[in-house]
């Protein structure tokens, strides 16, 4: 049982949509992290939020933490297809040593 | 690119053997993270290591180890190879050991056991 929860596992659009895709758990986290990968590569991070109901945005990508720090949820308006790949949740189990990735959502923009 | 150096990329090996994976992290990063990423598990955390000690351990096999130099480059070991080793391996480095900090991960190692 995965501690972080991704879905959809798959999406599928045509670019200049728009996708939303969601991370959830029955934890509490103090922080959660996401990062995109690419085929073929190592993930990168995209961006960390930290207080519950914080929203940040990075270009057409907005992120939020829920307010009780147990979800979150990525949003990509207008996708192109530079968004493909497979988007990866991540927090710490505790305020320790060990963060854990969710399985990921594989996004696939067509054009 | 991330600044975290993996060799090799690719490696190709029979049931049995043994190989080592080498990591390098960014300049500056003292915490060295191993990760085994396949399709029905996902990425699952293997071990940490901060400035050359073992920080923390996840889900690593008995037939692996791991080990960080004085120089902070990192080596994962796996022996007695079998069929389901099979993975994409990552190297990631952070500045910090706690969990929450940004990580930085490596292009991997493709490992096939043939």
């Known amino acids: 049982t995965q501690l972080l929860e991704q879905s959809p596992q798959f999406l599928s659009i045509q670019e200049g949509e728009n996708l939303t895709v969601y991370c959830n758990s029955s934890?509490?986290?103090?922080?959660l992290q996401w990062y995109r990968q690419e085929p073929g590569e190592g993930p990168v991070l995209l961006v960390t939020?930290?207080?519950?109901?914080e929203v940040k945005k990075l270009k057409r990508l907005t992120f939020q933490f829920g307010d009780a720090r147990k979800d979150s949820s990525l949003h990509i308006t207008a996708a192109q297809t530079g968004d493909t790949g497979l988007y990866l949740c991540?927090?710490?189990?505790?305020?320790?040593?060990?963060?854990?990735f969710g399985a990921g959502t594989t996004v696939t923009v067509r054009a | 690119d991330s600044g975290v150096t993996q060799t090799p990329k690719h490696l190709i090996t029979a049931t049995g053997q043994r190989v080592t994976l080498r990591c390098s992290p960014r300049?500056?990063?003292?915490?060295v993270y191993w990760y085994q990423q396949s399709l029905d598990q996902g990425l699952q955390f293997l071990i940490q290591?901060?400035?050359?000690?073992?920080?923390a351990k996840g889900n690593i096999l008995e037939r692996f180890s791991a080990q960080q130099f004085p120089d902070l480059h990192s080596e994962l070991n796996l022996s007695s190879l079998e069929l389901g080793d099979s993975a994409l391996y990552f190297c990631?480095?952070?500045?910090?050991?706690?969990?929450?900090?940004?990580?930085?991960f490596g292009p991997g190692t493709r490992l096939t056991v043939t």
């Open positions: 290591y901060y400035n050359g000690e073992e920080r």
């Open positions: 939020v930290v207080t519950g109901g």
């Open positions: 990631a480095s952070s500045v910090a050991p706690q969990a929450g900090n940004p990580l930085y």
């Open positions: 300049s500056g990063d003292l915490s």
């Open positions: 934890s509490v986290f103090s922080s």
């Open positions: 991540a927090g710490p189990r505790r305020l320790g040593y060990k963060l854990s």
